[in-house]
């Protein structure tokens, strides 16, 4: 269960030690995306603005293993790092252009939290879906108001929470995804066979 989120926060310790210029290189990046830097869609995610940023985002890693327990492959790890990761950031790209630069793992980190709860509240698990529905107000309530003074003197630079947003939005879809492939399976249905 720790193997990957501890491979996560290891890589984003190591680009942490690269200093400013790797957090410039890999940030994302509204422009460079647009010129074509795809690669910031991604990147973006493992860089923070400070060292107090990079361990709020570790513990939060932590507290997701804690608290949404799961056994997973490091193959779906790495589907749903790519996935929730590009959701939220090609989010911010498409439906927020007034966000220029964005970094960190915390929109990532909200979308593998509404995947644990989402399916902790699917088996109607009453601390599942209180958490489910914290994570929601949280998000509403940092749209609406904004995150707090201490909290961006701590981290060194605005939140972002749109990419909260984006990351639950992308945890939805992918769980959808993952919810119509199982169906798919459990049918015997195979992409291109016209018969069924």
Request: hydrophobic share 55%; glycine share 12%; with cysteine.
């Amino acid at each position: 269960m720790w193997g990957a989120p501890a491979a996560l926060a290891a890589a984003s310790t190591l680009l942490m030690l690269g200093g400013e210029r790797w957090q410039q290189a890999l940030r994302y990046d509204r422009a460079a995306v647009a010129a074509g830097q795809w690669w910031r869609l991604l990147s973006g995610n493992l860089v923070h603005l400070s060292w107090w940023h990079l361990l709020f985002n570790v513990l939060s890693l932590a507290l997701l293993v804690l608290l949404c327990p799961e056994r997973l492959p490091a193959a779906e790890w790495l589907r749903r790092f790519t996935a929730l990761g590009a959701g939220m950031s090609l989010g911010l790209f498409w439906l927020s252009p007034g966000v220029r630069d964005y970094v960190g793992l915390s929109g990532l980190v909200y979308g593998l939290f509404a995947l644990g709860f989402g399916r902790q509240a699917l088996r109607r698990d009453e601390i599942g879906i209180a958490c489910l529905v914290f994570i929601l107000v949280r998000i509403g309530w940092e749209l609406w108001v904004g995150a707090s003074a201490s909290e961006v003197r701590l981290i060194g630079g605005q939140v972002v929470p749109q990419s909260h947003l984006y990351g639950v939005a992308s945890a939805a879809l992918y769980a959808l995804g993952a919810w119509v492939a199982g169906a798919w399976m459990e049918k015997g249905f195979k992409f291109g066979d016209r018969s069924q």
